[in-house]
């Protein structure tokens, strides 16, 4: 291995053969960890190799090749997706419901087949993603698209190029040697827990939630901007080739572990099966777990095993007869829809919610379920009296999927969207290019409690103790108008209400104290300024450093932070121009609530600056010392030259020290190094 230091001075042949290096042991460990579930390396050594990585690139571009981990994170933007045609289409499955269906599938392969003997299947969990097709060239990976109707698909490399588990390049397989040419399928999944993240994150930043996590996969997928997949937990299952005719395989299984051996993850929870008793008993088996699984799945697909019955058995119009998915009861239900109400959000976001009669959905008795808003009713054309289709999707809140419009009587009343605030009565707006409804009173009560209890929370200034309930019950008693009575409570106040005591509240008043100090970011995530999260919090806080920097900022001022566009721009231009906003801001000084000052920016104060290490470190790895160097702009050489500004010398220095004294470079020792840099 070449030492790390060493790059700056390597030749450009020195560094194309490192970076070959480095390729093949990134993408073998982040195989190992992301497919195998089985990490050789500690991850703070897998960075380590990363960032060397990503310094090389950074100094000879013209080497980085489509396969470095370095092009997961998400290329250019794209203006649309290009169209790819297969010729070899991607074909969609017949439906199994039940037993008796898939008895009946075995029926009319024996039928088709002359023969009653026992077939050989293979049964695989069926995800409830998004199918896709990798194409790879010599073993690298120069195409991903999605199925589109199966024969035209939209190209979508660059997104999937994202997904830890899409090889970048195929290992060699234990059987045979790489085709020419490989076009691997199967699905691109979200897990249970990406998808929750996902939305609490949209939910933060008051975007609307994905309705279950095959959506959430798609849009994901059919972003035009990589670096927004890239964001997005995707992981990617293999099932299946345009043809394998060409590959040492005769079966489904065989395939499958051969995929597996290229590298691709395959779904432990495939099995094969003897006979047809052996694949309906794993379909009730996938049954039972499919609740514990991390990731959703809606059924189970049966492949015949044997390529050449398939063969023999060929494909009708949309799908193989050789295969079938066997589709679980879904977790829907019909009952009747009685009622709509309208909440109000933290930003005044009006939410109709259907009041059903309750009914189980997938094991849980359902009263209620979103409607999104306003034009999801609309487009649904809902009535009330209608009898609807309630379905759940994972951990997620009910949604009403339709009406059930064969069972109208025609006693069915339209529902009316409010026009003013359930709340409050102040009239609403619905700004032109959004779906949502808003009251934009602010001192509208729902939205304040919306917003308090919001200010509170974990997402917020996280003060312990002070949840839902209890900000209800303070506001209820009137001792919580707004987020400056937060720190205005005293425990005389507390103590006597309903459920507490002197000791509750000396503890409420401690885990209110001690959230006085905090940082910019934390304030501005708690404060519940429209389309501000904790990451666009924290931006800001890296961009303006302190609160009189933000009060002073204009629109302007505000679009020019990367990350952030015109639409939160203007959201907190509004915010911060709004005196109501001002005052209470400057409220919460004087209650004495401080807003530490960051870590004063450091960015580029080693800007021009060419650093070179001597001897050994006792509190620094190299190579934690030289990104150290880098991050505030420095740059680090690997031998002594009149270019090199500072040596810093650990134990042992040897000859370089000699040689920076004679020509005046600045000379450092460790400990002030480290001062230097910060610890
Ligand atoms: S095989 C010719 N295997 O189900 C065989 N499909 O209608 C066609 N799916 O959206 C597909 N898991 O993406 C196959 N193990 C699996 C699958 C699977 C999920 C999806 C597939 C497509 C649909 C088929």
Known sequence: MMPLFAFAAASREQAANRLAELREQLNYHAYRYYVLDDPLIADVEYDRLFQELLHLEERYPELITPDSPSQRVGGAPLAEFAQVTREIPMLSLENAFGDQDLRDFEERLHRFLHTKEPITYVAEPKLDGLAVELIYEEGLLVLGATRGD???????????????????????????????????????????????????????????????????????????????????????????????????????????????????????HTKRCPDLDAVIAHFHHLATIRHDLPYEIDGMVVKVDDFSVQKRLGTKARSPRWAIAAKFPASQATTRLIGVEFGVGRTGAITPVAILDPVEVGGVMVGRATLHNEDEVRRKDLRLGDTVLVQRAGDVIPEVVKPVSEQRRGNETPIRMPTTCPECGHPLVRPAAEAVTRCVNPACPAQRLRSLIHFASKAGMDIEGLGKKVMEQLVQEGLVRDIPDIFRLTAAE??????????????????????????????????????????????????????????????????????????????????????????????????????????????????????????????????????????????????????????????????????????????????????????
Request: proline share 6%; hydrophobic share 45%.
């Open 150 to 268: 199966g024969v035209t698909g939209e190209e979508i490399t660059a997104n999937l190029k994202t997904i830890a588990t899409v090889p970048l390049r195929l290992r060699p397989p234990a059987k045979g040697t790489l085709p020419a040419r490989l076009a691997v399928r199967g699905e691109a999944y979200l897990s249970l827990a990406g998808f929750k993240e996902l939305n609490a994150q949209r939910a933060q930043n008051d975007e609307a939630l994905f309705a279950n996590p095959r959506n959430a996969a798609a849009g994901s997928l059919r972003q035009l901007d990589p670096k927004v997949t890239a964001q997005r937990p995707l992981a990617f299952f293999a099932y299946g080739v345009d043809d394998p005719a060409p590959l040492p395989c005769r079966t489904q299984h065989e395939l499958l572990q051969y995929l597996a051996t290229c590298g691709f993850a395959t779904n432990p």
């Open 494 to 679: 507390l103590a006597p209400l309903d459920g507490w005591g002197e000791k509750s509240a000396a503890k409420a008043m401690a885990a209110i104290g001690a959230r006085k100090e905090t940082t910019l970011a934390k304030l501005l995530a708690a404060i519940g300024i429209r389309h501000v999260g904790e990451v666009t919090a924290q931006l800001l806080e890296e961009h303006f450093g302190t609160l009189t920097a933000l009060l002073h900022a204009t629109e302007a001022d505000f679009l020019e932070v990367a990350g952030i566009g015109p639409q939160v721009a203007a959201s907190l231009a509004d915010f911060f121009s709004d005196p109501a906003a001002r005052q209470m801001l400057a409220t919460l000084q004087e209650l004495g609530l401080t807003v530490a000052a960051p870590p004063t920016s450091r960015a580029g104060r080693l800007n021009g600056t060419l650093f070179l290490f001597t001897g050994t470190l006792a509190h620094f790895s190299r190579s934690e010392a030289k990104a150290r160097v880098k991050a505030l702009g420095g740059q680090v050489a690997s031998a002594m030259s009149s270019k090199v500004t500072h040596l810093v010398c650990g134990d042992k220095p040897g000859s370089k020290l000699a040689k920076a004294q004679a020509q005046g470079t600045t000379i450092l020792s460790e400990a002030e190094f480290e001062e230097l840099v910060g610890s």
